[in-house]
């Protein structure tokens, strides 16, 4: 039997309900997901993950560390430069946005303003036309 799993989607995301709405979309599409609900864990559990993901979607406000240091130490290991991140976030402060892009972020996105199966559909596009060297996508 041939595996039909496109590859693993990691979500750090600190709402339980926000987490499995998009797990359920991701696993819908044929993605294998794993899901951390604070930075600290994100943090070891992408560490010790033996394939590194497809792509990495991040909240802003977790608990026991943010998403931009988890961000900002993902970046850091050579593992993980060309794994798009995604931030998932309701913050609508441009200051944010500019924080997130100009450290490594591929895209921004404002949770309200995307349906589960467009956020989706957006990583799958980024999955598969960049290598992450195409940092610093708006995506509204």
Known sequence: MTDM????IFIAEDNLEVSRMYERAFRLNEYEVVLAYDGESAQRDLLAMEETPAAILIDINMPHMNGLDLMLTIRENSR?????????????????????????????????EHQSKDIVAKVEALIHTSTGKDRGSVVQ
């Open 5 to 8: 799993r496109k590859g693993k």
């Open 80 to 112: 993980f430069k060309d794994v798009p991140i995604v931030v998932l976030t309701n913050s609508f402060y441009k200051e944010d946005e500019d924080r997130f892009l100009s450290a490594g972020a591929n895209l921004y996105l404002i949770k309200i």
